[in-house]
C-alpha cells in the first residue's frame, strides 16, 4: 500500500511519499518523493513549457512540469536509507531547503503577470 503524509502550508499541500519500486531493484534505499499540485493556468502550452523551464533552471530543489491535464506540478525526490528512519533535524532542514523552491515557484507563478513578465522575474533571480 501507498502512505501519504500530507503537509499544508498556507494554501499548499505538499504530498510526501515512497515511491513504490520493486524490492529486488534497490535494497538499501528507498525514493522519497514530495509533491505539490500547483494548478491549471490559461496561458498557451508552449508558453507554460517555457515557464517550466526557466523555472526548473533557477531551483535548487524539486523540477516544475505540465502534467497531461494541462495542471502545473513541482516534485522533489530524494533517495533515502531503507529501514532507518530520517532524523527530524535533517527532515526538518531538508524540507525547509525543498519549502525554498516552493516559495519561489509559487511568487513567481501567482503573480499574474504575462508569461513574458514572469520569465523576465526569473531572469532577476
Same mark, same amino acid.
Given at each position: 500500500?501507498?502512505?501519504?503524509?500530507?503537509?499544508?502550508?498556507?494554501?499548499?499541500?505538499?504530498?510526501?511519499? +515512497?515511491? /513504490?519500486?520493486? =524490492?529486488?531493484?534497490?535494497?538499501?534505499?528507498?525514493?522519497?518523493? +514530495? !509533491?505539490? =499540485?500547483?494548478?491549471?493556468?490559461?496561458? /498557451?502550452?508552449?508558453?507554460?513549457?517555457?515557464?517550466?523551464?526557466?523555472?526548473?533552471?533557477?531551483?535548487?530543489?524539486?523540477?516544475?512540469?505540465?502534467?497531461?491535464?494541462?495542471?502545473?506540478?513541482?516534485?522533489?525526490?530524494?533517495? *533515502?536509507?531503507? $529501514? =532507518?528512519?530520517?532524523?527530524? *533535524?535533517? !527532515?526538518?532542514? +531538508?524540507?525547509?531547503? !525543498?519549502?525554498?523552491?516552493?516559495? +519561489? *515557484?509559487?511568487?513567481?507563478?501567482?503573480?499574474?503577470?504575462?508569461?513574458?513578465?514572469?520569465?523576465?522575474?526569473?531572469? $532577476?533571480?
Amino acid at each position: 500500500s501507498l502512505n501519504i503524509l500530507v503537509a499544508s502550508i498556507g494554501e499548499i499541500q505538499v504530498q510526501i511519499s +515512497f515511491v /513504490p519500486i520493486p =524490492e529486488n531493484h534497490y535494497q538499501a534505499v528507498q525514493i522519497m518523493q +514530495f !509533491f505539490i =499540485e500547483l494548478g491549471s493556468f490559461s496561458y /498557451p502550452e508552449a508558453s507554460l513549457q517555457t515557464l517550466c523551464n526557466a523555472l526548473n533552471q533557477k531551483m535548487a530543489l524539486g523540477k516544475v512540469l505540465l502534467n497531461s491535464d494541462g495542471k502545473l506540478e513541482l516534485r522533489y525526490y530524494a533517495v *533515502v536509507t531503507k $529501514g =532507518e528512519p530520517m532524523e527530524e *533535524v535533517a !527532515f526538518a532542514e +531538508f524540507f525547509a531547503t !525543498f519549502l525554498t523552491s516552493v516559495e +519561489f *515557484v509559487v511568487e513567481i507563478i501567482s503573480s499574474g503577470l504575462p508569461i513574458e513578465a514572469m520569465l523576465e522575474k526569473i531572469k $532577476g533571480y
